[in-house]
């Protein structure tokens, strides 16, 4: 049996795979608050206590970049070590893995119901796949076969250079260069880029903040999800900032997966996972995304080829994990 888990700044979820049953369904899962452990290997401990299985060995994604075998995770004061969990496991292996990277194994696994297609283009077989997936900040990731297996890398794109291509894209870089000394496009196309566009817009006095929404955002913790509720309330009129912020985001998000289908030459296909694409599906159907992805000059007759889904699958980090730790 295969231990496998999806470790973030949030939560910890993990559980356990068999060769019989496959990726598609776990035989016991477990989430836990990762804030609340001071390590992984505590909660490891905890969970295999709890479960009491044999497991041979064990493959983790983890929410930042893994080098040698170690791991720094992004909101989280841990530092996780392959080494040392394999000593508290007493298996026969630990791998740690990017969590896009994870998502990124995944991919050619999925069901078609577990993804929304957005542009069907001409699919090559084979041919190499990006991921990007705009959450809490933005990843990026990137399969290429060999002998008909794809195999998943690891990328850090999310923290390249935004480049604008509009007036008013071009006024957001000036205001974020007044705050940040490197404006990358993670800081304008995940949940705290939505914030980012959402104050810019604001500040620079595109439309006025309605009260309701200002209290809101004065008394939570997160002012993304507040942000994009207030874009898709459909039962009162929707705060036109809001909308805005949304609408600046789908546009960035297209424009940035078209960069990435051109860099890779992604003919199997771009695939955008996290939590927002999901939440956001109608916002995405709209002309802003395709426009954006398609606006590349003379190449634009490439990217029409390229297949866009939205990946559905709301456990697809653990999913690619259970992928690669089952040698799928």
Request: aromatic share 8%; with cysteine; hydrophobic share 45%.
């Amino acid at each position: 049996m295969l231990l496998a888990g999806d470790i973030g700044g949030t939560k910890t979820h993990l559980a356990i795979f068999s060769v019989e049953k496959g990726p598609h369904e776990v035989v016991v899962e477990r989430i836990y608050p990762s804030g609340q452990y001071q390590n992984l290997e505590a909660i490891v401990q905890t969970f295999m206590t709890e479960v009491d299985l044999p497991v041979e060995r064990a493959v983790f994604g983890v929410a930042g970049p893994v080098t040698g075998g170690q791991a720094t995770i992004t909101n989280l004061p841990w530092i996780i070590r392959a080494s040392r969990l394999q000593e508290v496991l007493q298996v026969a292996s630990v791998t740690l893995l990017n969590d896009l990277e994870a998502i990124a194994y995944a991919v050619p696994f999925l069901a078609p119901d577990e993804l929304h297609t957005l542009n069907d283009g001409d699919p090559e077989p084979y041919g190499p796949i990006a991921v990007i997936a705009p959450g809490t900040g933005l990843g990026e990731a990137y399969l290429t076969s060999h002998n008909t297996h794809y195999h998943a890398h690891a990328s850090e794109g999310g923290h390249a250079d935004f480049a604008p291509t509009d007036e008013l894209e071009m006024s957001l870089l000036r205001y974020m260069l007044r705050l940040y000394d490197h404006v990358s496009y993670e800081k304008v196309c995940s949940g705290l880029g939505i914030r980012n566009l959402y104050f810019f817009l604001k500040n620079t006095g595109y439309a006025p903040e309605p009260p309701w929404l200002a209290k809101q955002l004065l008394e939570c913790n997160d002012a993304t999800p507040v942000i994009v509720n207030a874009a898709l309330n459909h039962d009162e009129q929707p705060c036109e900032l809001a909308v805005a912020a949304l609408r600046l985001f789908v546009s960035i998000l297209g424009a940035e997966a078209g960069n990435l289908g051109l860099k890779l030459m992604s003919t199997g296909g771009i695939y955008l996972g996290g939590g927002i694409p999901r939440r956001i599906l109608p916002w995405l159907e709209h002309k802003y995304f395709m426009q954006s992805y398609l606006n590349k000059g003379r190449f634009s007759t490439v990217l029409i080829r390229l297949p866009v889904h939205v990946i559905l699958h709301r456990n697809a980090a653990l999913m690619g994990v259970a992928c690669y730790g089952l040698d799928l």
